[in-house]
């Protein structure tokens, strides 16, 4: 790749303007700088109630066991199982009501779940299993040992690691931490995300993608754990674009717009002026004129202007270093699921295509071609299939992995 | 089934407290009365930018064509295709450049993506392709008519339908309807649900589940897409809960804790008292002391105090309830993937069984059984089986659909 050299040996990057891209980054290099470029962010500490969606950087441990003693696991009579043997619908025997912490032969005592077992008792007979005269108590049913109790430590060993570090949290899991007496947990912090969207260029209303850009980013930083610090919207002056890169305490910056080969394209140069401009010119279809650089310690993604494009950008790269900012897991946040390739889905070696596709009784239709289609194709699709840069694309009925945009399609058959 | 015919014929509940429940409704009678008992709710407008995860309530139309007219689809000279016939490294043509609006025969204007095309032009040739000498342009690469070039409406033709409603907004949807210009949309109100949660049951640390429930069914709500009116923590009183009951302005009310059959087990009576109490003991494992009412309109839905428990009846029931409020998919929000049953599944005929399991080697290994596990089991699962009532349980190797937690682990295959 001469053009690579070039710019290394140069140690600048090439103004590329209205002359293209001399070659381009393949993805598996992109991806390799998104990990290079990601480390886990520090933790902080925040309220249990707060953590759902969160990232736990610390282990949970039960101090002491779940439950820490016997205990009833559903409401009825504690009995001693041997005493029920033999009731029965025609066999009815007659026990002592007794409310007492240790349990008479012959008697029974009315508990919740939950409840501590009286001394004595080892099961628990449904209080539909018996019919209660005063203080007699007629049963109709035989209990096991052990049925309808639950043993010291049964749920939980004292000392266990119920969650371990590294877990995004789930609503059951605040759950049980609540449950340990645990107010507040260490997770990771959130990436403050700085965006920088140029408006659309200088040709009428034919160029949308600064109005798309900012909310369309906004959403996918949310969706990946991140916060949005800033939102700087500018026309895409170089000026602009460089002081928006400066300004501090950002833990990634994304720049959409202003990426490709034209004559006002400044974002490369910008950032090339103010950091280090690492990558630029990716062999991927739709979103080809991304870039990654630095600037001081924060990586800088640059996303192509049109919406599409900055879309497919975004899902290739800004998403999967968001996600590792987080300490989340790294991969698309997409259930995947194979189906068949409806029409021909036609790619070139060497460059790693992105089709938007719907399920059409269960196959695979690609919406247009990769690069066509505009953001409507993304929105009109149910999901979308990566072709590898080796493949010259796939043929009618070959299986793929789609990934999939909701869990409902995902679980249709 | 007696039971139920007396509560009906009575007019009003029976009192099962240390009864116990004479007979349980089916999951499926139970999840008819959550369908009759969630409409969508009505529309509010907001902004586009933070509609991410709503749900739209009315159709978004493109007013004019996407793109309104033909244009440069990436950035390059627009040619006319004619002039570039046999063009090539080995045989460059010259071109000169022209910036016009009408581009004469031999001559290339400078484009960048999203530009009008110059009258006359056909197709755009990339810069990669060309190398200027002033303002004349030599030329290394030939273009067919059409290429790089976008014509009107090839995105969307005017008019047309771009996102219907009921649809949940994804990010690529909101810069979709950004780039329209718009800047609000209706999407239905979010169900705000008020939170009844009674503390432990008094004996003494056994219980944690006043602990448990409250944040975790604040979690469940807001993934679900509702939001928490009020939380209102309790001691268990009858009285207390009436109260917070007959509160307005809830479109839906869990009652955590104190359902059983226990001596005291209000929520029941209290929602009979208050309104109506219609379902009440489910033959559902875990989570059968779940019931059902109406307080006025609002949809009352009483949850087990123990944590599993009432995890298990929001899953089955309330989460359900809440997404139909919300206008979004009915079904549970997992993903569903088949895998083989390891060790065997147990259930009764008549009694719905939802197992906690992990994927291991790709097989579903129940974690504990049904009822016992507590809500570690049900952290420690990858996501869960549910056992329909007619059946007696799952053998080993039977392939069964899994409720999985996470997008990651429907996709490993």
Chains 1, 2 share one sequence.
């Not at 610090?229 to 674009?241: D, W």
Request: proline share 7%.
């Amino acid at each position: 790749m001469p053009g690579n050299e070039e710019r290394t040996q140069r140690g600048r990057i090439e103004d590329i303007r209205e002359r293209g891209f001399s070659d381009r980054f393949s993805v598996e290099k992109a991806t390799d700088w998104v990990d290079g470029h990601s480390t886990k962010l520090t933790a902080e500490e925040i309220y249990v109630s707060e953590a759902a969606g969160r990232v736990l950087a610390e282990n949970i441990e039960a101090a002491e066991a779940i439950p820490p003693a016997d205990r009833a696991s559903s409401d009825g009579y504690a009995v001693r199982s041997e005493d029920t043997v033999g009731a029965g619908d025609y066999n009815p025997l007659d026990l002592a009501i007794c409310e007492c912490d240790e349990l008479p032969p012959a008697a029974a005592t009315p508990v919740v779940a939950g409840a501590p077992l009286p001394r004595g008792a080892d099961a628990i007979l449904p209080f539909e299993s018996a019919r209660a005269h005063g203080a007699a108590l007629e049963i109709f049913g035989a209990v096991a040992e052990g049925c309808g109790v639950e043993r010291e430590g049964q749920q939980v060993q004292a000392g266990a690691v119920l969650i371990e570090r590294g877990r995004m949290l789930l609503p059951q899991d605040i759950g049980l931490i609540a449950s340990l007496g645990i107010h507040c947990v260490h997770v990771i912090r959130r990436p403050r995300v700085r965006l920088i969207v140029s408006a659309p260029k200088s040709h009428g209303d034919l160029c949308p993608q600064g109005n798309a850009n900012g909310p369309m980013l906004s959403a996918l930083v949310a969706r990946d754990g991140g916060v949005v610090e800033a939102m700087v919207l500018g026309t895409g002056q170089r000026e602009e674009i460089v002081q928006a890169l400066v300004a501090p305490d950002a833990d990634l910056i994304l720049v959409a717009g202003r990426t490709g080969t034209g004559w006002d394209d400044e974002a490369p140069l910008a950032l090339a002026e103010t950091g280090e401009l690492q990558i630029h010119g990716i062999a991927l279809r739709p979103g080809g004129s991304a870039g990654m650089g630095v600037v001081g310690t924060a990586p800088v993604l640059l996303l192509p202007g049109d919406p599409l494009d900055c879309w497919s950008a975004y899902e290739m790269f800004a998403g999967r270093l968001l996600r590792r900012l987080a300490g989340r897991y790294r991969e698309l946040p997409y259930p995947v699921r194979e189906a068949e390739v409806g029409r021909k889905i036609v790619s070139a070696i060497g460059i790693t295509d992105l089709y938007r596709v719907s399920l059409v009784d269960g196959r695979a239709e690609a919406i247009g071609s990769a690069e066509s289609g505009g953001l409507a194709s993304a929105v009109r699709a149910d999901g979308f299939v990566v072709v590898p840069a080796p493949l010259e694309g796939y043929a009618p009925g070959v299986r793929v992995p789609v990934h999939l945009y909701r869990a409902a399609d995902a679980s249709r058959t």
